[in-house]
């Protein structure tokens, strides 16, 4: 049903009808009123492709992350959707599996699509940033979040890792802990690294001995890794009465395999988690952990790139930001009271 069929209805111009639509106030009330009710009687659509034509807008954004089923990044994408809905934007949702090669695909893809602006979690295995410079080369803003590169000039929506990570590790050395194991992620992403680096601060903080062979490399992040180098500390470390882990999901694989044991937690290991995933707060003792913001992280996001989406249209100069979100412990009773 087009513009013509409404000004032929009602005998007016159909310029009258298309300024009536877009509420133009100099179109009077009544007019408006009219053009509304008989389009609505002639079932009539705008057609989006036009009109994204002219407004220059596609009114979607992209949307890549790491992995959906992931309690924290399912919560992110709740509060993108919930701020992208009320400006009328449609979120593309990708997941790159922690794939460097999917991911720079899904930028293709996304590109392609000529979306309006693009949002990204990096993968594990991103190591390489040309991809993400090409978004910024094509004039398409570009916002990331929690997984980032430090050396891409665009805005940042993160948490403080480094300091979370010294939160976790200090309330182990605060309960009486003096050995105190790490399950790190792998070696390339910016907060894996930063986790890392607040678990030995903390401990060179308070004269404890740095010993690598506490770390333990974790590729995965999976509750089967968990499970695996729990058991695998418990024949190399019988004296570790601590574990700052670098993710709930493995955290509670590492609970898991220590009740089959028969390890008691916390009485004779105490466990420190990061997210604050759902399954913390119900497993069995339940985990203490860092409460990673990720509702609030999507909202803040979406909120940057909409601005920058917006600057961008009025041909205003971007001034990217990086905003640092706060974290808290959630003390339960895998850690001494």
């Known amino acids: 049903m087009t513009l013509k069929k409404i000004a032929e209805e009602l ?14 106030p100099d179109v009077s009330k009544k007019t408006r009123k009219l053009v509304r009710e008989t389009a609505a009687k002639l079932n009539y659509k705008p057609n989006s492709f036009a009109v994204n034509l002219r407004t220059k807008e596609s009114k979607t954004i992209g949307l890549i992350i790491p992995e959906i089923v992931h309690h924290f990044f399912s919560s992110v994408i709740k509060g993108i959707i919930s701020q992208a809905e ?4 449609l979120v593309i949702t990708l997941q790159s599996n922690e794939s460097y090669e999917l991911e720079k695909q899904q930028i293709d893809l996304l590109l392609n699509k ?21 978004i910024l080369d094509q004039g398409t803003p570009l916002v990331m979040f929690d997984k980032i590169a430090k050396i891409v000039k665009c805005s940042k929506v993160i948490i403080d890792d480094r300091k979370a990570a010294y939160k976790a590790t200090q309330h182990l050395i ?23 680096l607040g678990y030995k601060q903390a401990l060179t903080d308070n004269n404890i001995k740095y010993d690598a062979s ?6 995965d992040m999976s509750f089967e890794e968990g499970s695996f180098f729990a058991n695998k500390l ?6 570790v009465d601590g574990i700052f882990i670098n993710t709930d999901l493995v955290a509670i694989g590492a609970i898991a395999a220590f009740n089959k044991q028969g390890v008691k937690i916390p009485e004779q290991i105490n466990i420190v988690g990061f997210s604050n995933w759902f399954m913390s707060s119900v497993i069995s003792p339940s985990l203490t952990t860092i409460n990673q913001p990720g509702f609030k992280m999507g909202k803040k996001a979406f909120k940057i790139l909409y601005k920058e989406i917006k600057d961008k249209k009025k041909n205003k100069s971007i001034i990217y930001k990086e905003e640092v979100l706060e974290t808290n412990i959630v003390v339960r009773e895998s850690t001494k009271n």
């Open 214 to 219: 506490l770390v333990y490399l974790l590729n």
């Open 174 to 196: 605060d309960i009486g802990c003096k050995r105190i194991a790490h399950f790190r992620g792998p070696l390339l992403p910016q907060n894996s690294i930063d986790r890392f």
């Open 114 to 134: 000529r979306v309006d602006g693009i949002l990204i979690s990096l993968a594990n295995a991103t190591g390489d940033f040309k991809h993400l410079n090409q």
């Open 11 to 24: 005998g007016i111009s159909i310029t009258t009808v298309s300024k009536a639509l877009k509420e133009y």
């Open 234 to 239: 418990l024949k190399d470390h019988k004296d």
């Open 86 to 89: 009320k400006k009328g934007y």
